[in-house]
């Protein structure tokens, strides 16, 4: 978008875009996974979408697996995008 929009690196214009996209995505992620982080479902819907398996039965092991930290960006974007494949087992 950089390119396109021929945006430098302090660009007002880039700062509000990246804003934008950040919360979009947080929306749609909360829209497909929910917002409850007490939720073992939606852990382990996203333990299934990022292929790690097995699939831990506890709320704990699911979190264990993805070395939680709230509002996690990048691991957003790989699930909206579809472009994060995780090939660890759980142990």
Request: hydrophobic fraction near 35%; charged fraction near 25%; include cysteine.
């Amino acid at each position: 978008m950089c390119d396109f929009f021929d945006w430098g690196r302090d660009d007002d214009d880039k700062k509000t875009a990246r804003e934008q996209l950040r919360n979009a995505m947080a929306q749609q992620f909360n829209a497909i996974y929910g917002t409850e982080v007490e939720d073992t479902n939606s852990w382990q819907g996203l333990c299934q979408v990022l292929e790690i398996y097995p699939i831990p039965g506890e709320l704990e092991a699911c979190r264990k697996v993805f070395n939680f930290q709230p509002h996690s960006l990048p691991l957003i974007g790989a699930i909206i995008e579809g472009g994060m494949r995780n090939q660890c087992q759980h142990r």
